[in-house]
T-cell receptor
Framework: GQNIDQPTEMTATEGAIVQINCTYQTSGFNGLFWYQQHAGEAPTFLSYNVLDGLEEKGRFSSFLSRSKGYSYLLLKELQMKDSASYLC?????????????FGAGTRLAVHP | GAGVSQSPSNKVTEKGKDVELRCDPI?????LYWYRQSLGQGLEFLIYFQGNSAPDKSGLPSDRFSAERTGGSVSTLTIQRTQQEDSAVYLC??????????????FGPGTRLLVL
């Protein structure tokens, strides 16, 4: 089966750096995604990793280690608007399909 | 259209009634997904359509839930004999469907369903 774990809540200070971890177990791993979801809104795509290593995109970076079943999302120079839920999702091709399995999300609160 | 659209945006119904939720994917996207998100929870996969292939229904929680996709575009999620535990936000997403590794899913605004 599949299992994705990430912390429920995190807090950080404006201007700081925060790292949100995600561990996963899946039989048909085919990539890992991070989505941002503001309260009451739909998730929006942030980043994608399929090979080991770090992918950087502006203030956001995502890291993947397939051997450890581990990823993190790094947010730099935090802004108040970064307060949101961050969803880790694994793409699973078990059975020939490419569906996303989501974690429960990490609610990040950024304080002044 | 420019993005994924869903209707209605909000739906209040009585326990035992049937509801239909609609999703219009991004034009040209052959893959379509339905998810459910309960308050404060992550997204729960329900069903996945890819072109003309048989859909992946492995996430449907019970036989009261069904979905169809007509003409490879618009999809309808039907919940029969609704129960209070069906109350949630139902999110639809679409993607190009080419099977590329980095293929991104784009989400609609969701339908907020409340079963009284």
């Amino acid at each position: 089966g599949q299992n994705i774990d990430q912390p429920t809540e995190m807090t950080a200070t404006e201007g700081a750096i925060v790292q949100i971890n995600c561990t996963y177990q899946t039989s048909g791993f085919n990539g890992l995604f991070w989505y941002q979801q503001h309260a009451g809104e739909a998730p929006t795509f942030l980043s994608y990793n399929v090979l080991d290593g770090l992918e950087e995109k502006g203030r956001f970076s995502s890291f993947l280690s397939r051997s450890k079943g581990y990823s993190y999302l790094l947010l730099k120079e935090l802004q108040m608007k970064d307060s949101a839920s961050y969803l880790c999702a694994v793409r699973d091709r078990t059975g020939g399909y490419n569906k996303l399995i989501f974690g429960a999300g990490t609610r990040l609160a950024v304080h002044p | 259209g420019a993005g994924v659209s869903q209707s209605p945006s909000n739906k209040v119904t009585e326990k035992g009634k049937d509801v239909e939720l609609r999703c219009d994917p991004i034009s040209g996207h052959t893959a379509l997904y339905w998810y459910r998100q309960s308050l404060g929870q992550g997204l729960e996969f329900l069903i996945y359509f890819q072109g003309n292939s048989a859909p992946d229904k492995s996430g449907l929680p019970s036989d009261r839930f069904s979905a169809e996709r007509t003409g490879g575009s618009v999809s309808t999620l039907t919940i029969q004999r609704t129960q209070q535990e069906d109350s949630a936000v139902y999110l639809c997403a679409s993607s190009l469907g080419g099977g590329l590794a980095g293929e991104t899913q784009y989400f609609g605004p969701g339908t907020r369903l409340l079963v009284l």
